[in-house]
């Protein structure tokens, strides 16, 4: 039983916060009062994250978990958090969390009216094209990345003129644009899969330059790189990491394939975010340090409490701009909604289409 109702046309008018197209019906702004109810109903929450998040935080994000839990059955949505998102919105408002390749799978199986990504923009616009007909909604359409604004569907249109024949393989990490001109789009979990899916002996892969580097040491195909870099990732050096370990002995160190070769070249370990998170949870280092975004260490430490996390903390201000008021504000609007222009759409849809239907 829900506590968010849907209201009369006129006490829609009197909450001053009309909802959105008339496809779905208005709701008021739920109640954002720390009751001893709401404190009794998301007790159990609290309990997933009273490792990461401090009790005196609590009162003011949980009248906005309870809401935003409510509104979602209200409106029959579900929410998709990357794995960069912070521990309130990973642990206790998300239906479904992972990496790229993971929310990419489940958008495509997503069986409700209206999908809410909490992540950046290029995700939100991946979940539209698996799923043209549902509203797809993300919390802040100025959530962006520096990968994704390294490249448009010119650059990608000149590439192929200069290198006539050579298969286009586009990190998910990009828009809907650059996807439409790709044959195929592939995440850091499936990169290695999907360039050598071709049987061909040279492959652009574009537009993340390390990612491609870090494939070429894989493969056997000649991979041809796009100067774009991650700004989270790009700022880790190996002299930094080398300094950590020798001041944490028996520090492991994991790292993101969006990392510079030398910073990679230290790691103990390198892969996709989920890929990071099963190698910690696998192994369970008695220290670890996590070359990627911060959140992702507070995610896995609210669930793997004996794991000492050395965090030189880089934030992705695009991830961080994804915050529980905005996701209420989302679910109560109904916005911002995410649309793909339709003379790109299709063909957009055709190159992730081939990534999500790979075998493996
Ligand atoms: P993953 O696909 O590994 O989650 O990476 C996405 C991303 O944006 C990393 O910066
Ligand atoms: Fe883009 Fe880097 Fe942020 Fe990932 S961490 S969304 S690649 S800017």
């Not at 208005?26 to 954002?32: H, I, R, T």
Request: charged share 25%; hydrophobic share 40%; with cysteine.
């Amino acid at each position: 039983m829900t506590e968010v109702q849907v209201t009369s046309s006129q006490e829609r008018r009197d909450a001053g916060r009309l909802s959105g197209s008339g496809r779905f019906p208005p709701v008021a702004m739920p109640s954002l009062d720390y009751t001893d109810a709401v404190a009794r109903q998301t007790a159990h929450l609290y309990e997933r994250v009273k490792d990461v998040i401090p009790a005196i935080e609590w009162p003011v994000m949980a009248p906005y978990v309870k809401a935003i839990n409510d509104l979602k059955q209200v409106r029959n949505a579900v929410i998709l958090a990357h794995n960069y998102q912070t521990p309130e919105i990973y642990h206790c408002v998300a239906d479904i969390v992972g990496d790229s390749l993971q929310l990419a799978q489940q958008a495509a199986k997503a069986d409700a009216d209206i999908i809410v990504q909490c992540g950046v923009h290029f995700m939100a616009e991946t979940s539209k094209l698996l799923n043209p007909d549902k509203l797809v909604l993300i919390p802040d359409q100025r959530a962006g990345c520096s990968l994704a604004s390294s490249i448009t569907g010119a650059d990608v249109r000149l590439l192929r003129e200069r290198y006539p024949g050579v298969p286009v393989v586009t990190y998910v990490n990009t828009s809907a644009d650059v996807k439409a001109e790709s044959d195929i789009c592939c995440t850091s979990s499936n990169a290695v899969q999907v360039v050598e899916s071709f049987g061909k002996d040279t492959v652009l892969l574009i537009p993340d330059e390390y990612l491609a580097k870090y494939v070429a040491t894989k493969t056997d195909v000649r991979i041809l790189a796009w100067k774009g870099h991650c700004e989270v990732h790009e700022r880790f050096t190996a002299e930094e990491l080398l300094a950590y370990k020798e001041a944490n002995p028996g520090l492991e160190i994991i790292a993101h394939p969006e990392c510079p070769p030398e910073v990679i070249e230290v790691a103990d370990f390198t892969g996709s975010t989920s890929g990071m998170i099963k190698w910690v949870k696998d192994r369970k280092p008695a220290k670890a340090l996590l070359v990627t975004e911060c959140s992702m260490a507070s995610n896995i430490a609210a669930e793997t409490p004996g794991i000492d996390f050395i965090r030189p903390c880089n934030l992705c201000p695009h991830m961080k701009r994804i915050t529980l008021p905005k996701i209420l504000d989302s679910l109560v609007e109904l916005k911002d909604e995410v649309t793909v222009d339709p003379l790109v759409a299709d063909r957009a849809r055709a190159a992730v289409e081939r990534m999500v239907n790979l075998k493996s």
